[in-house]
Structure formats: structure tokens, C-alpha cells
């Protein structure tokens, strides 16, 4: 099997042979065709969103205004076509990251430590030149090559309870969203990002600010970063050196974007102390202080009673708790808030079928599929379908949910064969 995938591997590269980097026009292996990138991209960028956050829902402006500023930077980059679409996530962590095809996110949590418009377009048109040089789309075809034909990258996804659970496309693109970049592909972002800054007039000073203030914050190990934008984009002196550099050489001014920037980060800014209450509670819930968790959950909601984010967190620390009624409420009132997020109705699901409330948990755990597969929606399924006596339904679930692997596999296995047997 290992010399059969092996030579399907040279085959491809044979076949393949090479193309030209379309921001550098430099050589490089092409194994995935442009339109496999973009149907990619396109098919992955929804599940990938919900797996970092959902969208910012709460203030449909400030994405308008992040999809404005990055339209700007993709008029002026190197793939002025690709079908451009940003997007602001619903997560505190800091960071932002690009999937094939010009399909693009920016977490609040990264926003709200912007300072100006040009800042924002430092990193949006990092972003660009991720999308535009294909880096995600190299970066799939070297996990290619070291694993003999199989495109896994084989990274961990962290700050995800749900990581390993995930499946298919939505696992894809969390892995390419959360994947280190080298240090090659950092650089050349950072110096064609410039240079898109320049063309969109925009000062570039702000690109070296950004980095020098990033380097500062890896020094001191802050955590948020750590866990976000330093996993995927890890700053360097070396970085810092090189944008200097291509400033000096470009020219320094331009648009910095002051005043409007803070215009339009006017409503994250009056709810960060309901996101602060938000994360405080979920780290205590981690800890295992439920009741201190349950204080700063209840000021979030009384602060932004309108997040859906806040409900399931209080919805998970009642379940901790062992209070399923009131769980079931919070989750209905996410579900509620925000239909399409896969988490809330997946959480809604997992509920329902412990108070055995089966037709709603069929419906939820559905729905939280078509969205985003987990292997632990298709096992409870799979529950649902046997106490509701649909055999035929249930082994196919458990069937599905096995192709996992771990505790969820066995679980499913065992339960498919006790199945099999019976017929």
C-alpha cells in the first residue's frame, strides 16, 4: 500500500510539473489545479469560521467596513480576481488567517488591539498575499509529499474542545486556518503586504509597528497571543529588520485611518467588558469554579443580552452543574440567537437527547452536521436513530462516526456491531 500511494505521488508530480508564483513569479510544484484552490476554499470557509468563533453577528458595520478596507488592498494586489471575502469572528483570541482562494477572517480579538485603519491594513494585506501567493495551497501539497499522498498536515488544534472531533472539510480548513506559516512564507507576506499598502495608500509605517509591538508582546508570553496569531504567524527580529527596510526603500506616509477606525470599533469597544466577563467565566468554568463562573457569565449577559455566545457558555456551566432543564433553556436561547452556528446546536442536541427529548435532538444534531461534521454528532445520531428503532439509519451513523477513530470510533464500532449482530 505505502509503495502503490508512493508512486502515485510521482505520478502526480510528473504529470503536475511546475508553475509560477503568481505574486513572485518564481518556480514553484503545482499539484493542485487554480480551480480545485477556489472550490476549496469556497466549500471550506464556512465550517472553518464556526470552528473559530462564528461570525460577529452583533455588529454587521464593522464587518461591512473590514470587507471595504480589504476590497481595497485585493484591487491592488497580485490576484485582483480571486473571489475576495473577509469576514470578523466571534473570538477573543488575536488572529486573523486566509484559506485558498482569497477567503479571508480577522477575530475581534485581534481588532480590538488595532489602533488605526492602516494598522488593519497591515494585516488584512498580510492576509492577501497568503491567499494570492498560495501558500496554504503549498503548504497542503508538502503534507502531501511527507505522508506519501495523504493531505494531512497533522497539527493540533488548540482552544477547540471539539477539535478532534471534527470531520472532513471542516477538519481541512481549521488545520490550513491554524497551520504555522514558514519563515519564508511570513516574509514574503509581509513584503508584498507592504507593497499593496503602498499601491492602496496606505502609511507602511504601520506594518513595522505592528510587528515591533508583536515581537514585544512574544517576549512576554502573553497568553491570548500565544495561542493565536503567534502560533500561526510568529513574529522575529529578522521580520521587523526586513519591513523597516522596504519602508525606508518605498517611502514612509500615507492614510493612517484614526478616527474612523475608531468610529467603526465604537460598539466592540462598549461590549469588550461583556467578552472580558465572557472569558473570565469561562477560564473559572475550566477550573472548576462553576457558581464564581456563573456570576461573571450572568454580567456578560446583562451587558450584551443579545450573544448567543454568552447563552451556551452558561447553558455548558448549568450541564456542568447537573441542571439539564436550564441548560436546555440557554441552548434554545443560542440556537434561537443564532440558527446557523454548528456549536450551539450541537450543544443543543447532546441535551436534548439526555433528557430524551428525541425529535429535538434529531433536528439539532442534524442540522449542527450539515454544518460542520463531528464524529460525536453522527454517534449520537446514530442513539437517536436506535431509540427511535430505525436500525438501518442508526448503523449508518455509527458507521460514519467510526471512520474517527478514538473514544468516539470505539464507541460507535461497538454500538455497529451490537447492531449487525441483532440482524
Same mark, same amino acid.
Given at each position: 500500500?505505502?509503495?502503490?500511494?508512493?508512486?502515485?505521488?510521482?505520478?502526480?508530480?510528473?504529470?503536475?510539473?511546475? #508553475?509560477?508564483?503568481?505574486?513572485?513569479?518564481?518556480?514553484?510544484?503545482?499539484?493542485?489545479?487554480?480551480?480545485?484552490?477556489?472550490?476549496?476554499?469556497?466549500?471550506?470557509?464556512?465550517?472553518?469560521?464556526?470552528?473559530?468563533?462564528?461570525?460577529?453577528?452583533?455588529?454587521?458595520?464593522?464587518?461591512?467596513?473590514?470587507?471595504?478596507?480589504?476590497?481595497?488592498?485585493?484591487?491592488?494586489?497580485?490576484?485582483?480576481?480571486?473571489?475576495?471575502?473577509?469576514?470578523?469572528?466571534?473570538?477573543?483570541?488575536?488572529?486573523?488567517?486566509?484559506?485558498?482562494?482569497?477567503?479571508?477572517?480577522?477575530?475581534?480579538? *485581534?481588532?480590538?488591539?488595532?489602533?488605526?485603519?492602516?494598522? *488593519?491594513?497591515?494585516?488584512?494585506?498580510?492576509?492577501?498575499?497568503?491567499?494570492?501567493?498560495?501558500?496554504?495551497?503549498?503548504?497542503?501539497?508538502?503534507?502531501?509529499?511527507?505522508?506519501?499522498?495523504?493531505?494531512?498536515?497533522?497539527?493540533?488544534?488548540?482552544?477547540?474542545?471539539?477539535?478532534?472531533?471534527?470531520?472532513? $472539510?471542516?477538519? +481541512?480548513?481549521?488545520?490550513?486556518? *491554524?497551520?504555522?506559516?514558514?519563515? $519564508?512564507?511570513?516574509?514574503?507576506?509581509?513584503?508584498?503586504?507592504?507593497?499593496?499598502?503602498?499601491?492602496?495608500?496606505?502609511?507602511?509605517?504601520?506594518? +513595522?509597528?505592528?510587528?515591533?509591538?508583536?515581537?514585544?508582546?512574544?517576549?512576554?508570553?502573553?497568553?491570548?497571543?500565544?495561542?493565536?496569531?503567534?502560533?500561526?504567524?510568529?513574529?522575529?527580529?529578522?521580520?521587523?529588520?526586513?519591513?523597516? #527596510?522596504?519602508?525606508?526603500?518605498?517611502?514612509?506616509?500615507?492614510?493612517?485611518?484614526?478616527?474612523?477606525?475608531?468610529?467603526?470599533?465604537?460598539?466592540?469597544?462598549?461590549?469588550?467588558?461583556?467578552?472580558?466577563?465572557?472569558?473570565?467565566?469561562?477560564?473559572?468554568?475550566?477550573?472548576?469554579?462553576?457558581?464564581?463562573?456563573?456570576?461573571?457569565?450572568?454580567?456578560?449577559?446583562?451587558?450584551?443580552?443579545?450573544?448567543?455566545?454568552?447563552?451556551?457558555?452558561?447553558?455548558?456551566?448549568?450541564?456542568?452543574?447537573?441542571?439539564?432543564?436550564?441548560?436546555?433553556?440557554?441552548?434554545?436561547?443560542?440556537?434561537?440567537?443564532?440558527?446557523?452556528?454548528?456549536?450551539?446546536?450541537?450543544?443543543?442536541?447532546?441535551?436534548?437527547?439526555?433528557?430524551?427529548?428525541?425529535?429535538?435532538?434529531?433536528?439539532? *444534531?442534524?442540522?449542527?452536521?450539515?454544518?460542520?461534521?463531528?464524529?460525536?454528532?453522527?454517534?449520537?445520531?446514530?442513539?437517536? #436513530?436506535?431509540?427511535?428503532?430505525?436500525?438501518?439509519?442508526?448503523?449508518?451513523?455509527?458507521?460514519?462516526?467510526?471512520? #474517527?477513530?478514538?473514544?468516539?470510533?470505539?464507541?460507535?464500532?461497538?454500538?455497529?456491531?451490537?447492531?449487525?449482530?441483532?440482524?
Amino acid at each position: 500500500m505505502f509503495y502503490r500511494c508512493l508512486s502515485l505521488v510521482f505520478l502526480a508530480l510528473a504529470l503536475a510539473g511546475c #508553475a509560477k508564483n503568481p505574486v513572485t513569479g518564481e518556480s514553484q510544484l503545482s499539484l493542485i489545479a487554480e480551480d480545485q484552490e477556489l472550490a476549496m476554499g469556497a466549500e471550506q470557509y464556512t465550517p472553518t469560521q464556526q470552528t473559530q468563533g462564528g461570525q460577529f453577528y452583533l455588529d454587521p458595520e464593522l464587518t461591512l467596513y473590514v470587507k471595504e478596507v480589504g476590497q481595497k488592498l485585493a484591487r491592488v494586489s497580485d490576484r485582483p480576481d480571486l473571489p475576495y471575502e473577509f469576514v470578523v469572528l466571534n473570538s477573543s483570541v488575536p488572529n486573523a488567517w486566509a484559506l485558498p482562494g482569497g477567503k479571508i477572517a480577522i477575530n475581534r480579538g *485581534l481588532l480590538a488591539k488595532l489602533q488605526d485603519e492602516a494598522q *488593519l491594513a497591515s494585516v488584512i494585506g498580510h492576509e492577501i498575499v497568503h491567499a494570492a501567493a498560495r501558500h496554504s495551497v503549498q503548504r497542503m501539497q508538502q503534507g502531501m509529499l511527507i505522508s506519501a499522498g495523504v493531505a494531512g498536515l497533522g497539527i493540533a488544534l488548540s482552544d477547540n474542545e471539539w477539535a478532534g472531533l471534527l470531520m472532513g $472539510g471542516a477538519a +481541512v480548513g481549521a488545520q490550513l486556518a *491554524l497551520a504555522q506559516y514558514s519563515q $519564508g512564507d511570513e516574509l514574503e507576506s509581509d513584503y508584498y503586504g507592504i507593497l499593496y499598502m503602498r499601491r492602496a495608500g496606505y502609511d507602511p509605517t504601520a506594518a +513595522v509597528e505592528l510587528q515591533k509591538i508583536f515581537l514585544e508582546l512574544s517576549k512576554g508570553q502573553n497568553p491570548d497571543f500565544i495561542q493565536g496569531l503567534f502560533a500561526t504567524h510568529p513574529p522575529s527580529a529578522a521580520r521587523v529588520k526586513a519591513n523597516q #527596510a522596504l519602508v525606508d526603500k518605498v517611502g514612509a506616509g500615507g492614510y493612517r485611518g484614526e478616527d474612523v477606525f475608531e468610529r467603526k470599533l465604537a460598539t466592540l469597544r462598549k461590549l469588550q467588558p461583556a467578552y472580558d466577563a465572557h472569558d473570565k467565566a469561562r477560564k473559572l468554568a475550566s477550573e472548576g469554579k462553576t457558581d464564581e463562573a456563573l456570576k461573571e457569565i450572568n454580567k456578560a449577559i446583562k451587558l450584551a443580552p443579545d450573544e448567543a455566545l454568552f447563552y451556551s457558555l452558561r447553558g455548558q456551566i448549568y450541564k456542568e452543574q447537573e441542571k439539564t432543564e436550564q441548560a436546555g433553556a440557554d441552548f434554545d436561547k443560542a440556537v434561537s440567537l443564532y440558527p446557523e452556528m454548528f456549536l450551539y446546536r450541537l450543544y443543543n442536541g447532546l441535551n436534548a437527547l439526555e433528557m430524551n427529548n428525541l425529535d429535538q435532538a434529531r433536528e439539532n *444534531l442534524t442540522r449542527a452536521n450539515e454544518v460542520v461534521p463531528t464524529s460525536i454528532g453522527y454517534l449520537r445520531l446514530g442513539d437517536v #436513530a436506535a431509540k427511535q428503532s430505525r436500525r438501518d439509519e442508526a448503523m449508518a451513523y455509527y458507521r460514519k462516526a467510526a471512520e #474517527a477513530g478514538g473514544e468516539v470510533g470505539n464507541e460507535a464500532r461497538r454500538k455497529y456491531e451490537a447492531l449487525a449482530k441483532q440482524g
